[in-house]
């Protein structure tokens, strides 16, 4: 099934939408056992060419300080740590200066390259946090209840396809365009259809997961001169399938759901709040339900700050 939900803060201001992102997806738990993730918008508080990547490392001697030395043969690490995680794995995460964006997808590939090595993400105005297990579980690994920001997407994965580890955990994110994600419930049927042309435009795929597909191809189209709800109003025609998925920007979400109204979606918003989830229990988590929307078929919302 899968269980997908976003959150705004309205003000622009930093709220505790890690705390808050954990409430809801918890409330979605029963929808997808096997893995979560955050992307959590707006804390990072980064300088303009800074960039943090969360890399998965086997635990074994001198392979961190080989991804250090790819890394700092083009910038220099300005902070680091190591997160303990599960498998004997480990999370190596540092902060980093480049030029221009470009230089970022190039420099993970590099790293990719070694053995027993995976970047998860690389990323300037949002952080991303997946992993396996359940909700609760990755928030305490990983701290999610302290985090700060003006905006998040999650997701709560039940696998129907591809495999069940960190790698394959949603959001998926796409280096076309700086910090967009997304996070997806349902399935594309004509995958390959949309895959295929992008592709051929030199988009590179590192997965077979249908999400990283959807996250590319809306990148496409916004690099492309589209405006988010364009693009997510042109997805649902283009995407054949059940689905609903929302994306997230650094400026706010936006969410698509197919023409059949084949997978489920409410939103509630306040003065305050604007928020998006599979089901209301999970908005209720953060404000009061008095006025639920469902998502119709092949309905687009998009929610800026």
């Given at each position: 099934?899968?269980?997908?939900?976003?959150?705004?803060?309205?003000?622009?201001?930093?709220?505790?939408?890690?705390?808050?992102?954990?409430?809801?997806?918890?409330?979605?738990?029963?929808?997808?056992?096997?893995?979560?993730?955050?992307?959590?918008?707006?804390?990072?508080?980064?300088?303009?060419?800074?960039?943090?990547l969360?890399?998965?490392?086997?635990?074994?001697?001198?392979?961190?300080?080989?991804?250090?030395?790819?890394?700092?043969?083009?910038?220099?690490?300005?902070?680091?740590?190591?997160?303990?995680?599960?498998?004997?794995?480990?999370?190596?995460?540092?902060?980093?200066?480049?030029?221009?964006?470009?230089?970022?997808?190039?420099?993970?590939?590099?790293?990719?390259?070694?053995?027993?090595?995976?970047?998860?993400?690389?990323?300037?105005?949002?952080?991303?946090?997946?992993?396996v297990?359940?909700?609760?579980?990755i928030?305490?690994?990983?701290?999610?209840?302290?985090?700060?920001?003006?905006?998040?997407?999650?997701?709560?994965?039940?696998?129907?396809?591809?495999?069940?580890?960190?790698?394959?955990?949603?959001?998926?994110?796409?280096?076309?365009?700086?910090?967009?994600?997304?996070?997806?419930?349902?399935?594309?049927t004509?995958?390959?259809?949309?895959?295929?042309?992008?592709?051929r435009?030199?988009?590179?795929?590192?997965?077979?997961?249908?999400?990283e597909?959807?996250?590319?191809?809306?990148?496409?189209?916004?690099?492309?001169?589209y405006s988010?709800?364009?693009?997510?109003?042109?997805?649902?025609?283009?995407?054949?399938?059940?689905?609903?998925?929302?994306?997230?920007?650094?400026?706010?979400?936006?969410?698509?759901?197919?023409?059949?109204?084949?997978?489920?979606?409410?939103?509630?918003?306040?003065d305050?709040?604007?928020?998006?989830?599979?089901?209301?229990?999970?908005?209720?988590?953060?404000?009061?339900?008095?006025n639920?929307e469902?998502?119709?078929?092949?309905?687009?919302?998009?929610?800026?700050?």
């Amino acid at each position: 099934m899968c269980g997908i939900a976003g959150v705004v803060y309205k003000d622009k201001k930093l709220h505790p939408v890690g705390s808050d992102m954990t409430k809801m997806l918890d409330a979605l738990q029963h929808r997808g056992p096997d893995s979560a993730g955050f992307s959590i918008y707006g804390g990072l508080g980064l300088e303009d060419n800074e960039y943090l990547l969360n890399i998965e490392t086997k635990e074994k001697p001198g392979l961190i300080e080989s991804v250090k030395e790819i890394v700092e043969f083009l910038s220099p690490i300005k902070s680091e740590e190591i997160i303990p995680s599960v498998e004997n794995f480990s999370i190596y995460r540092c902060k980093i200066s480049l030029d221009q964006f470009s230089q970022l997808k190039p420099l993970i590939m590099d790293i990719d390259k070694l053995e027993d090595v995976m970047v998860l993400n690389g990323s300037h105005s949002f952080e991303m946090i997946k992993d396996v297990g359940s909700v609760l579980e990755i928030a305490d690994r990983y701290d999610t209840w302290s985090k700060m920001g003006t905006h998040a997407i999650g997701h709560t994965r039940f696998s129907t396809e591809s495999l069940v580890d960190r790698y394959h955990a949603h959001p998926f994110q796409t280096y076309i365009i700086p910090d967009i994600t997304v996070v997806h419930n349902g399935q594309i049927t004509n995958y390959w259809k949309i895959r295929d042309p992008l592709e051929r435009k030199g988009h590179i795929f590192e997965t077979n997961n249908d999400t990283e597909c959807i996250v590319h191809y809306v990148a496409d189209k916004l690099d492309n001169g589209y405006s988010l709800e364009e693009a997510l109003e042109q997805s649902v025609k283009d995407m054949d399938g059940p689905f609903s998925y929302i994306v997230g920007t650094p400026n706010g979400v936006g969410i698509a759901k197919d023409q059949l109204g084949l997978r489920p979606g409410v939103m509630s918003e306040n003065d305050d709040v604007f928020a998006i989830a599979s089901e209301e229990v999970s908005l209720r988590e953060v404000m009061d339900t008095h006025n639920v929307e469902q998502i119709s078929p092949g309905e687009v919302r998009v929610y800026e700050i």
